[in-house]
T-cell receptor
């Protein structure tokens, strides 16, 4: 079975540019999560969706960040405008339902570098 | 304020011996705890979990122990193998986790090195 698929794997862009990260969850999973990993803060949750509906976006750092899930098989995380401090690895994860008893399965991440 | 703490950034263990990775948490509202394993340039991979109503869960070479009164959990790997060399993350889930009701709150990870 295909796992969670993220694209691109690497993104290098100049500050001020718009960045769009993409995620395809595991088929049949109805919960989707976006995480960010930095050296200073480790892995932290940004936002999650249940049945395509955003449930909690309290982890989104600023209004420059937005996420959408137009259908069950696709989600985007957008940063506009991007800043150097947004440089991090961004992970998408999906699970069958919500709650800790439904383990989340992670994609391989997008390594984002903002110059 | 870190709600999930892994105080050992790295751990070196000889092949064949037991590896013990530790994790402490502060939020008594957490109700599930999970361990993930991560190789470089890959996403975290789910290993094993435990509900707060249990004190032990075992899966092959991996056992997780939970001590609720001490707010402490540990992952035991027996016997340790070279392929176990990776970063191990402890994570917790539950209400008021700071990650939303269903998001995961992660520790910063322990780099396990298995020496031949």
């Amino acid at each position: 079975d295909a796992g969670v698929i993220q694209s691109p794997r690497h993104e290098v862009t100049e500050m001020g540019q718009e960045v769009t990260l993409r995620c395809k969850p595991i088929s049949g999973h109805n919960s989707l999560f976006w995480y960010r990993q930095t050296m200073m803060r480790g892995l932290e949750l940004l936002i999650y969706f249940n049945n395509n509906v955003p449930i909690d976006d309290s982890g989104m750092p600023e209004d420059r960040f937005s996420a959408k899930m137009p259908n069950a098989s696709f989600s985007t995380l957008k940063i506009q405008p991007s800043e150097p401090r947004d440089s991090a690895v961004y992970f998408c994860a999906s699970s069958l339902g919500t709650g800790g008893n439904q383990p989340q399965h992670f994609g391989d991440g997008t390594r984002l570098s903002i110059l | 304020d870190q709600q999930v703490k892994q105080n050992s950034p790295s751990l070196s263990v000889q092949e064949g011996r037991i590896s013990i990775l530790n994790c402490d948490y502060t939020n008594s509202m957490f109700d599930y705890f999970l361990w993930y394993k991560k190789y470089p340039a890959e996403g975290p991979t789910f290993l094993i979990s435990i509900s707060s109503i249990k004190d032990k869960n075992e899966d092959g070479r991996f056992t997780v122990f939970l001590n609720k009164s001490a707010k402490h959990l540990s992952l035991h790997i027996v016997p340790s193998q070279p392929g176990d060399s990776a970063v191990y993350f402890c994570a917790a889930s539950g209400m008021y986790s700071g990650g939303g009701a269903d998001g995961l709150t992660f520790g910063k990870g322990t780099h396990l090195i298995i020496q031949p």
